[in-house]
């Protein structure tokens, strides 16, 4: 997983970016929890809709959504024109950190990977910056 480009923020974070729950010290499966990008990404669209997208809020927030688009399509390679392939996906189950048998969580991760690539498109056409990506 560590190979993958952009951003990832974690669930839970504590002193030194930690993962942290309350009595559980170090505790790992925050770190594997990857819809909580699309969380962010979701809040700041709100904010711009709320705001009616504003040139200097639109660029603030900018570098934080491009990076989990970042982030989301390095999980992909190129598998003929203008089609991709899932080679890395880090989440299977609700608990995102453990496998179950019908893998429930695997659509929230998919739809905010795709949330998060169409709000970074559409920022960068906003702003008019990023076109080659």
Not at 28 to 40: A, F, I, K, R, T
Not at 81 to 97: G, W
Not at 125 to 131: A, Q, S, V
Request: aromatic share 14%.
């Amino acid at each position: 997983m560590f190979w993958l480009k952009g951003a990832r923020y974690i669930w839970h974070g504590g002193p030194g970016m930690l993962t942290y729950l309350p009595g559980h010290t170090h505790y790992g499966p925050p770190l594997d929890e990857h819809h909580v990008n699309g969380w962010v990404v979701l809040a700041i669209e709100r904010y711009l809709n709320a705001c009616g997208w504003n040139k200097d809020k639109a660029r603030r927030y900018y570098p934080v959504v491009s990076e989990i688009a970042r982030f989301f399509s390095s999980m992909l390679e190129p598998r003929g024109q203008d089609k991709f392939q899932i080679r890395y996906l880090p989440s299977h189950s609700q608990a995102e950190s453990t496998d179950t048998v019908n893998k429930p969580n695997i659509f929230d991760v998919l739809a905010s990977a795709k949330w998060s690539l169409m709000v970074a498109l559409r920022m960068s056409h906003f702003l008019g910056i990023d076109e080659a990506e």
